[in-house]
């Protein structure tokens, strides 16, 4: 298996002991409802990761130490599969370090989130770049489903939710959003409106995990995704808003998920590797200026 920036990290930055950031990969690929290909997503994205550079924005968070696990077991139950996701960002937080899960479909943020509230010990507010908002009940049939998983935690578990980018929803899913007082802007306000940053509410909690589907970016930038969605988010649009969402507060943890790699093109893997490292220079710029 391929590590994340495989061939620039030092024996000392892979360290899994001191590493900042453990990479897991989660090669999820159960309930998708329209193209395929997510279960390729982790080791496309850690291949592209070789062709990464060290330096981005002017600071290296690589230095800070990336240690690549094996990749979590998805056969069997999606609840025991959501469980051991679940303990591998748990353990990770328990150890000091920042869980970046790479998927595979969206529906495994429910493991990851709740894997690191329960090693947290407190609440936890979800920051979600995506084109859907995945509020369905049970999407399918499938409780779990990719189109579900905000649904179960926010709806149903009562996390805090934020969304930015969402331009295809159904009214079952406003009503939740409502219900659930989901902060949200969606796609065509925030790219019509030329919107960079957003600001959380004071009450938002401060530890912040940000769940990062990829066809919340426009198609023309990322193609290959498994509903790709006209009207999307531009890459330094994206992460400006991801960035200004985690001012004054912490990133515990994220997942950036719906790769479906196209043989034909290695574009959306190198970009899905980019917008990987940038979140995790988000994570290394908070812990510098904690310290």
Request: overall charge negative.
């Amino acid at each position: 298996m391929t590590c994340f920036l495989e061939g620039e990290l030092s024996a000392s930055e892979r360290d899994p002991a001191t590493a900042r950031f453990r990479v897991i990969p989660v090669p999820l690929e159960r309930t998708v409802s329209y193209g395929g290909g997510t279960g390729s997503g982790p080791d496309a994205i850690l291949e592209a990761s070789t062709e990464l550079e060290r330096l981005f924005r002017g600071k290296e968070p690589c230095a800070a130490g990336i240690a690549t696990e094996a990749p979590v077991d998805c056969s069997g139950p999606l609840p025991e599969v959501m469980e051991r996701i679940a303990a591998r960002t748990g353990a990770a937080v328990a150890a000091g370090a920042v869980p970046v899960t790479l998927g595979g479909e969206h529906a495994l943020s429910y493991g990851a989130v709740h894997g690191v509230a329960r090693a947290l010990g407190r609440p936890v507010g979800i920051v979600q770049i995506d084109a859907h908002a995945d509020l369905r009940k049970a999407y399918q049939g499938e409780r779990h489903s990719h189109a579900s998983v905000m649904q179960l935690l926010a709806g149903e578990d009562g996390f805090r939710l934020a969304q930015y980018g969402v331009r295809a929803l159904c009214q079952e899913e406003a009503d939740r959003r409502t219900a659930c007082k989901v902060i949200s802007i969606d796609a065509e306000e925030l790219v019509t409106g030329n919107i960079q940053s957003v600001t959380l509410p004071a009450d938002f909690p401060q530890d912040i995990y940000v769940s990062f589907d990829v066809d919340g970016l426009d198609p023309a930038i990322l193609p290959a995704t498994g509903t790709p969605v006209p009207g999307g988010l531009g890459y330094y649009q994206a992460l400006g808003i991801v960035q200004s969402a985690l001012a004054g507060r912490n990133l515990a943890g994220f997942d950036v998920v719906e790769l479906a790699p196209d043989t034909g093109s290695r574009m959306s893997d190198f970009t899905t590797a980019q917008i990987t490292y940038a979140l995790m220079s988000f994570a290394a710029e908070k812990a510098k200026m904690q310290h």
